[in-house]
């Protein structure tokens, strides 16, 4: 099996501009290893270069490339308070962030009106 590519230059400033639209500031993010499984009929798992980060909200963040421009990701606060887009794989990388950060926004807002927290 051929190695997954780490991000690319390109894709991590990509990733910077994105971040400091949705926070208004610059959000430091780190270069990660996650292990996945590619096809849900996979027994193996693969190490993909991911990126991970978090939010003033302590809400966690990971952005795995999972091919030549594949990309999947999921936001969670806790184990059990896990969520992803709903789309196995995207094939853009802004798109994977733009509807990430969209979906955790709402999320967050339904998770405070939920606890009676304000964000």
Do not use: H
């Not at 594949?70 to 709903?86: E, I, L, P, Q, Y």
């Amino acid at each position: 099996m051929t190695a997954i590519p780490d991000f690319t230059e390109a894709e991590q400033r990509l990733v910077d501009v994105a971040l400091r639209e949705r926070y208004g500031q610059s959000v430091e993010f780190d270069l990660v290893e996650t292990e996945i499984r590619l096809n849900p009929a996979d027994r193996e798992l693969t190490v993909c270069p991911a990126i991970y980060w978090e939010d003033a909200e302590r809400c966690r963040f990971v952005v795995a490339k999972t091919g030549m421009d594949k990309f999947r990701s999921m936001f969670f606060w806790s184990v059990k308070d896990r969520f992803s887009t709903g789309k196995e794989e995207y094939d853009n990388l802004g798109d994977c962030l733009v509807t990430t950060l969209k979906m955790q926004e709402e999320a967050a807002k339904r998770r405070a009106e939920e606890t009676g927290v304000a964000e």
